[in-house]
C-alpha cells in the first residue's frame, strides 16, 4: 500500500510569484484535503477535494486554489505568494466514511 | 471562535514515566476527535481516536480519555521511551459533510534518560 507522498519537498519562492503543490493519495483514498501548517502552530484547514469537487474550505483567500484529478491526486495552486504564506503545506487523505486522515511529509514553501 | 487548544505547550517525562497530554476543544458539536504524533521534519502521523459517543478508548500504550462535560480530551501514554519524543496535536472533527479538523496548537513532549 503506498502512502500519501507530496512533491516538491523544499522550494523558495519570491513575494508575488505564484507555486504548484503536488500530491498523491494514499492507494483507495479519493478524498484530499490540504493544510497550512505555520512554524510552531498546528495544521489549519485549507479545503478538501471529494470526487474532483470542492467539498469544504477554511478561511483561505481565493489565491489558495486546487484541483483534484480522476486518479484522486491534487494540487494545491497559491497565487500572488506574500511572506506568511511561508509554511509546511500538508496534504491528506483519507476515505470519506472514515475519520482518519492519512498525512504526506508536506511540501515547506519559503517566501523571500 | 473555532479552537481546540492545549494546557501545556512543552512537557518533560523521566524514560518508563507515563505522559498524559491535555487538550481543551470548544465546539460542542464535535463529534470526532484524533491524537496526531508529528516527529520533526515529518507529516502527523495517526496515534488514536475517539467518537463522541464514548469516553474512554486504548490501544497500544495509549489511551484517550474523552469528557464531553467540560470538553476535555487528554492522551495517556503508558512507560513513555525516546521514540515518543514529538509534538503531539490534538484535533477535533467539526462534523458535517468534510473531513474539517481543527487543531490545537500542540504539546512536545520530550524524554529525559
Known amino acids: 500500500e503506498t502512502g500519501v507522498t507530496q512533491s516538491p519537498t523544499h522550494l523558495i519562492k519570491t513575494r508575488g510569484q505564484q507555486v504548484t503543490l503536488r500530491c498523491s493519495s494514499q492507494?483507495?483514498?479519493?478524498?484530499v484535503s490540504w493544510y497550512q501548517q505555520a512554524l510552531g502552530q498546528g495544521p489549519q484547514f485549507i479545503f478538501q477535494?471529494?470526487?474532483?469537487?470542492?467539498?469544504g474550505r477554511g478561511n483561505f483567500p481565493p489565491r489558495f486554489s486546487g484541483l483534484q484529478f480522476p486518479n484522486y491526486s491534487s494540487e494545491l495552486n497559491v497565487n500572488a505568494l506574500e511572506l506568511d504564506d511561508s509554511a509546511l503545506y500538508l496534504c491528506?487523505?483519507?476515505?470519506?466514511?472514515?475519520?482518519?486522515?492519512?498525512f504526506g511529509e508536506g511540501s515547506r514553501l519559503t517566501v523571500l | 471562535g473555532e479552537s481546540v487548544g492545549l494546557h501545556l505547550p512543552t512537557l518533560s517525562v523521566q524514560e518508563g514515566d507515563n505522559s498524559i497530554i491535555n487538550c481543551a476543544y470548544s465546539?460542542?458539536?464535535?463529534?470526532?476527535f484524533i491524537w496526531y504524533k508529528q516527529e520533526s521534519g515529518k507529516g502527523p502521523q495517526f496515534i488514536i481516536d475517539i467518537r463522541s459517543n464514548m469516553d474512554k478508548r486504548q490501544g497500544q500504550r495509549v489511551t484517550v480519555l474523552l469528557n464531553k462535560t467540560v470538553k476535555h480530551l487528554s492522551l495517556q501514554i503508558a512507560a513513555t521511551q525516546p521514540g515518543d519524543s514529538a509534538v503531539y496535536f490534538c484535533a477535533e472533527n467539526m462534523g458535517g459533510g468534510a473531513q474539517k479538523l481543527v487543531f490545537g496548537q500542540g504539546t512536545r513532549l520530550t524524554i529525559n534518560p
Open positions: 465546539n460542542s458539536a464535535s463529534d470526532y
Open positions: 477535494y471529494y470526487r474532483e469537487e470542492e467539498n
Open positions: 491528506a487523505s483519507s476515505d470519506p466514511g472514515a475519520g482518519e486522515l492519512f
Open positions: 492507494s483507495g483514498h479519493n478524498t
